[in-house]
């Protein structure tokens, strides 16, 4: 089903430059799988 807007034409609002960029260990698939298998603990605000 495609999307009722394209969202290609809509603008980015935000980058949030003031985090560090993700070191190259952390961009690798099996970092990414595990992090998806066994994400960390999290609580709402």
């Not at 009722?4 to 990414?32: G, H, M, N, W, Y």
């Amino acid at each position: 089903m495609r999307p009722a807007f394209d969202p290609e034409s809509l603008p980015v609002v935000d980058t949030d430059k003031r985090r560090p960029a993700l070191s190259a260990p952390r961009l690798q698939a099996e970092f990414i799988r595990h992090r998806l298998r066994v994400p960390p603990a999290w609580r709402p605000n």
